[in-house]
Each structure stands twice: as C-alpha cells, then as structure tokens.
C-alpha cells in the first residue's frame, strides 16, 4: 500500500515539473486559446441574452415598486380624508 502511495506521488511530482516547463506551457497555451476562444465565442450571444433579460426584469421591477408606492400614497391619502 505504500509503495503504491509513493508511486502515485513520484509520477506526480514529475507531471508537475513537465508542466511548469516553459516550453509544455506555451505548448498548453496554444492549445488551450483557441478552445476557450471558440467556448467563449459561442456562449456570447446567450451571456448578451441572459444581460438583456435581466436588465428588462429589474426594469419591471423598479416600475412595479414606483406603481405600487403611487397608488399606496394615493389610497393613503384617499383614506385620510374619507375619516
């Protein structure tokens, strides 16, 4: 069971020093931008969605909340005169 531990713990210790290598990492890199370009490039349009939705939602909102204050004041009003 131990040298089993140690085994995973060598092969990982030698992953880690080819993966800080400058060149892996710029080899990394060059795969890596072009995939999460396209990602990014494809959920784009739903982010701009999800951005326009909620800023028509907090609009409705805010309008709701001012809808309700009016008529709260008006009845407010309405009910101090008719005591």
Do not use: C, W
């Not at 140690?6 to 092969?11: F, M, N, Q, R």
């Not at 969605?49 to 609009?59: E, T």
């Amino acid at each position: 069971m131990e040298a089993s531990g140690d085994l995973a713990e060598h092969i990982g210790d030698k992953i880690l020093i080819l993966l800080r290598s400058p060149e892996n990492q710029a080899r990394i890199q060059s795969i890596l931008d072009p995939i999460i370009s396209h990602i990014i490039n494809r959920i784009f349009p739903y982010i701009l969605l999800s951005a326009i939705l909620f800023l028509i939602l907090f609009i409705l909102t805010i309008g709701t909340f001012y809808m309700v204050m009016r008529t709260s004041a008006t009845m407010s009003y309405t009910t101090k005169i008719s005591d």
